[in-house]
């Protein structure tokens, strides 16, 4: 009975929303335990988009229980709003529970996050501004505000207050931006604990108990690998965890207690924000997969950075979190682009002329490799392929395709993605079996 961890292998975007939602169906409980409102999770279920940021993935099920860890930085005004637009669409929320440990995200944050962006100007990371670095760097710091302390007026008031002197004092005297008065942010923050009051709950017992029970338990990943603060491309990161580590710190469960975790690889790279991008398109071939794919950000709106599939990355992915099958979307994207020949790359020339398939640990030495692609033919699309519930019945090239990446990772592709339909998808082994 496992406890299966769902990660991004690549730069975030992969998928991680349409596959959680799929596994769902047969999970008790689903966790996200890192990251926040940077996270944008597209679903589609019965026609219908669900855009997910903060709330799991699972809440489309009646009856799945759909936690917050303690590892997400928690916006409550987003949340709300999130939760607002679901109850909008019909979607019930009475299985929606919240860790009291989520640190909480404040104005003060994403003013911070806007100051430090525009302040470095062409070295900005393009993050989402949505206030995640500093409420992580609070935390670390050690003066961050849990959702638990909003409960207790008494206990909220005097750390708001501190943390407002000290964060108009940053934004006036190094930014030279206005701050925020507490009487204001007291008054909005005490109302939005009263509004999650009812959801909170003791998430570490909850959590461990399903798995103790023999329950299926899902934890549904939040940006990728490469945005993994310690393992991502820094500083072109996130603040947090995405590797499969990230669930079991932010969730509070022990490593001994994950059976699977489950990679997203999407049959193509895509990246928002800034950074290095080994296989970027630059011409019609990113823009037929952009526009196809309809990569644009499900957070921020911004187009996407679009690139051939990069296999050096996705195996560093596989080694670092020990990635036991792949997930792979997409496959009808790649092939509604119409473009004769696929590239996807299996190692990095060094400037010295060698090949390797390491994963450079330096910013500048990644920006001076060039890709070594393997080239495959393109398959024919129609949509009565996006019914087909076998690998076999595919065309030969998308076979070929699926077969190098598990060549190359030595992991295997357990699920394919063939449209953005739920139903659009195929199943190779199934995750929560033995
Ligand atoms: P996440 O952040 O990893 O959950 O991914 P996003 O939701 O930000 O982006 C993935 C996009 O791909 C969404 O628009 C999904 O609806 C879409 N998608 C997922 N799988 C497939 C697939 O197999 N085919 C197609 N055409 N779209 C897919
Ligand atoms: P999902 O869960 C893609 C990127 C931002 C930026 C960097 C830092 O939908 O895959 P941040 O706001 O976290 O400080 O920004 O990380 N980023 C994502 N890119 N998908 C995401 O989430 C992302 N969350 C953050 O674009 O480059
Ligand atoms: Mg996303």
Redo the contacts with the bound molecule.
Sequence with gaps: MPAVVVM?AQW???????FVDLLAAQAEVVVRATGGAN??????ANGQQYKLHQVPSGILYPGTLCVIGHGVVLDPAKLIEEMEYLQAKGVDLANLRISGGAHVVFPYHLRLDEAEEDRKGANKIGTTRRGIGPAYMDKFARVGIRLVDLLDKDEFLPKLTAQVEAKNQLLDRVYGMTGFKVEELAESYLTYAERLRPYMANTVELVNDAIDDGRNVLFEGAQGHLLDIDFGTYPYVTASHPIAAGAIIGAGVGPTKINKVLG?VKAYTSRVGEGPFPTELFDQTGDAIRDK??EYG?TTGRPRRIGWLDLVMVRFACRVSGITDLAV?????LAKTGVDTLKICVGYRLPDGTVTKEFPVGLKALGQVSPVYEELPNWEWNDSLAKVKRLADLPEGAQRYVRLIETYTGVPVSIL????ERT??IYRTEIFGA
């Excluded at 996270?39 to 589609?44: E, F, L």
């Excluded at 993605?417 to 953005?420: A, F, K």
Aim: proline residues 3%.
């Design positions: 991004g975030g975007d992969e998928g991680k929303g349409k996270a944008g999770h597209t679903v589609w997203i794919g309809h499900t979307p997409h496959l009808d994207t993605g063939v449209g953005s659009e998808a």
